[in-house]
């Protein structure tokens, strides 16, 4: 059963098609995007190539509701209710699916989407009409963190991570998040919550 999950406001080298996906960073790389840095991946996405629109949408998904690259190529228009201003997050690795809600920036994207792929079934695909691969959405997050100026290599989970630790440092409730991110064990949300400095805001008040 979905669970109904309550609002949470909210180096230069370009990884080729055929890369691998990178390898895990070490203790003091880190491993997630702020929140004015995914801004501007949107904004370079958008002005690349003739997928603008599916490029830039598909960074702000992965970002707002913490997807994971399986989980964003697998989406429909079955679990998109643009009427009502909802989705159905199917989640990946046993998580818990729920359903989330979506605001205007989300809105607006996928209403142009649907305009522009109108006989699709998948939300994002490529040329020929087909579900978008996990590689080659490496190679877009690759490239939109390279021409927004980002000075490490950007990979697909990163946006999931800049969710689950933007979503902490709003202050939210670790249980809130574990649900928004379909975690089924609280252990996975604390790594956002343990590095919040929002939990040590009242300890020296001005």
């Known amino acids: 059963m979905l669970q109904i999950t309550s609002q949470l406001p909210f180096s230069e080298k370009i ?3 055929t890369s691998p996906p990178p390898k895990k960073s ?20 958008k002005k690349v190539g003739r997928h603008g629109v599916r490029d830039s949408a598909m960074i ?5 509701h913490g997807l994971r690259s399986a989980e964003l190529v697998a989406l429909k228009w ?5 009427v009502g201003g909802y989705m159905e997050v199917v989640r990946a ?6 359903v989330h809600p979506l605001h ?4 607006r994207a996928l209403r142009q989407l649907r305009r522009d792929y109108p006989d699709s079934q998948y939300v994002f695909v490529s040329e020929r ?19 927004a ?58």
Do not use: W
């Open 60 to 64: 702000l998904l992965m970002f707002r």
């Open 26 to 45: 070490s203790l003091g790389e880190r491993k997630y995007l702020r929140s004015h840095e995914v801004k501007a991946m949107i904004s370079a996405a």
């Open 15 to 17: 990884f080729s098609p």
């Open 129 to 147: 009409k087909a579900p978008l691969s996990t590689r080659s959405l490496r190679y877009i997050i690759a490239r939109a963190g390279t021409l």
């Open 78 to 82: 079955s679990q998109i209710d643009l």
């Open 93 to 98: 690795k046993h998580g818990r699916d729920s």
């Open 104 to 107: 205007s920036p989300e809105l």
């Open 149 to 206: 100026g980002i000075n490490f290599p950007v990979h697909p989970h990163q946006l999931r991570h800049a969710c689950g630790y933007y979503l902490a440092a709003m202050g939210h409730d670790t249980r809130a998040i574990q649900d928004y991110l379909g975690h089924k064990n609280i252990h996975h949300t604390v790594i956002y919550t343990q590095t919040s400095p929002k939990r040590f805001e009242s300890f020296f008040p001005d």
